[in-house]
Every structure is written in C-alpha cells, then in structure tokens.
C-alpha cells in the first residue's frame, strides 16, 4: 500500500469508528423508548382510536386485524394486554405466518 493513501484510510477508520457509535448510540437510544413506552401505564380498556393508536395503525386497519376485542352495543373495546400479547406472538412467530386472519382487499 503506499503512503500516500495511508491518511485517507486513517481518516476513514476514524470517520467509520464515529459512525460507528453514533448509530450504536441511537439504536440504545431507540430501544430504551420503546422499552419506556412498552412500560408506561394506560388505561386497560381502550377504544378503537386507542387500540389504533397504541398499534399506530390507522382505526379500519385495526378492525381488519380481527383482534380480541369485546364488542358493547355499538362500541368495540379492547384490553391493552390481549393487543400486547398478540404483538408478542407475531414478533415472536414473524411476518405472515399462516394462520394469520387479516387479508388486504381493495374494494
């Protein structure tokens, strides 16, 4: 290798260790809000707009899910719980397993 391209791949090591952790720093930074989120408490019951919400997923996608839920005249509530543990499950089980209920139409 010849010494003239000695400090340029010096300054790319120097540059790529910085990258490096910066990213490492926003990954730890990213998963310690999700963690925050995960644990922050909320209401037990919620409706479709939380459930929604919680899922960030917009209200019509939510009721294509076809997830736990109880239905009270004409309101549709959901337990926080049930909607983290079916979350667990699919992280757990990985995308488009099977046995999954949703299918996307267009109308």
């Known amino acids: 290798m010849?010494?003239?391209l000695?400090?340029?791949?010096?300054?790319?090591?120097r540059d790529l260790t910085a990258l490096t952790e910066h990213v490492c720093a926003a990954l730890d930074r990213a998963a310690q809000l999700l963690s925050e989120r995960a644990t922050t408490p909320g209401p037990e019951v919620l409706t479709s707009r939380e459930a929604a919400?919680?899922?960030?997923?917009?209200?019509?996608t939510l009721e294509r899910l076809n997830l736990?839920?109880?239905?009270?005249?004409r309101l549709r509530r959901y337990l926080r719980e049930d909607i983290l543990e079916w979350l667990r499950q699919?992280?757990?089980?990985?995308?488009?397993?099977?046995?999954?209920?949703?299918?996307?139409?267009r109308p």
């Open 90 to 105: 699919k992280s757990a089980a990985g995308r488009g397993s099977a046995d999954e209920p949703y299918e996307h139409r």
């Open 53 to 60: 919400e919680l899922l960030r997923v917009h209200r019509r």
């Open 2 to 4: 010849s010494r003239e």
């Open 68 to 73: 736990p839920s109880v239905k009270l005249g």
């Open 6 to 13: 000695e400090p340029l791949l010096a300054d790319i090591r």
